[in-house]
């Protein structure tokens, strides 16, 4: 099948239309059933063949429990934070981005194929908040969220954040917008919609993060025009869609390509900023170590702890 498209991926090269898992792979749900009791798990690790490493009882006291609600609150997967603005027709300054209640059509139908709109207030522990608050709806009652098994995402969508009505008090507005550009302005990557012939610059965006800024412009109903503005004069390399050249999507594979491009953006960014010293699965098996060290008992006498 790849032979046989070739010859129409080099025609036209520049239009991007890549709808493989990879790139549309999202988190299947689970029922009951498909859940494993730690008991069960505990079962296959007791005896691991090719080792002669053994369980290690653990003291069940507060300190063990303090320990491990430290290694709850080290997540399993990757997560990244990502933001994404909306600028309408006519708009040119950062406070207007901000104070953006709603977008087009095609926005709304580009945000759901980015990721799935989640409530905020009661998140599931073992979803990324992205520094949102997850308990007073303070920064919006729903966020947008993507998830695999292996990589969580949280988008902080100005859209989606509190904004002032027409007529509040400047003080208010003023708020407003800088609960939103507290979240929104300290992520590495921005996604940013532009509707209509709206001009925007990456100096438009205030702040010391905003490392790559992907810009979004609809050509017609089914194609868009995306650009990738980095900071840095030589930025480090990523994609798919690469900050060297325009690109030309198609509607039905924007969402994902955007995703893709956002995360190996914030990954590059990341590594060059030195903060990619430790991966998420290392920190968790440096405190299990750390928790076994501290409270490992010399007998099988107390109850084990998992």
Not at 30 to 36: E, N
Not at 85 to 111: D, K, W
Not at 285 to 297: N, T
Request: aromatic share 8%.
């Amino acid at each position: 099948a790849v032979g046989r498209q070739a010859p129409v991926e080099k025609a036209l090269k520049y239009v991007l239309d890549i709808s493989t898992p990879h790139f549309n792979q999202r988190r299947p749900a689970r029922s009951a059933q498909d859940m494993i009791h730690p008991s069960f798990v505990y079962l296959q690790l007791h005896q691991v063949p090719f080792t002669n490493e053994q369980p290690v009882p653990l003291r069940a006291d507060e300190g063990l429990a303090r320990s491990l609600r430290v290694l709850d609150y080290l997540a399993p997967v990757i997560t990244h934070k990502i933001g994404v603005l909306y600028v309408a027709p006519g708009q040119e300054r950062e406070e207007q981005f901000l104070q953006n209640r709603m977008g087009s059509v095609a926005y709304n139908t580009f945000l759901r194929g980015l990721g799935t709109f989640t409530r905020l207030r009661g998140l599931d522990a073992d979803c990324y908040a992205g520094g949102l608050d997850t308990s007073q709806d303070a920064d919006g009652t729903h966020s947008l969220v993507w998830r695999s098994d292996l990589r969580q995402i949280m988008f902080h969508v100005g859209t989606l954040m509190p904004t002032c009505e027409d007529g509040a008090a400047e003080t208010a507005r003023q708020q407003c917008v800088l609960r939103k550009r507290r979240h929104i302005g300290n992520n590495h990557t921005t996604i940013v919609y532009l509707d209509g012939l709206s001009r925007f610059r990456r100096s438009d965006l205030h702040g010391e993060f905003h490392f790559v800024v992907i810009i979004i412009r609809p050509i017609d109903s089914q194609l868009f025009k995306v650009e990738i503005l980095c900071r840095a004069k030589s930025p480090p390399a990523f994609g798919p869609l690469s900050p060297s050249i325009a690109h030309v999507v198609r509607a039905s594979s924007l969402p994902a390509l955007v995703r893709e491009t956002a995360i190996h953006a914030d990954i590059a960014v990341r590594a060059a900023r030195q903060e990619l010293q430790t991966t998420n699965w290392e920190s968790r098996l440096s405190q299990i170590r750390k928790v076994v060290k501290r409270f490992g008992a010399s007998s099988a006498t107390k109850d084990l702890s998992t």
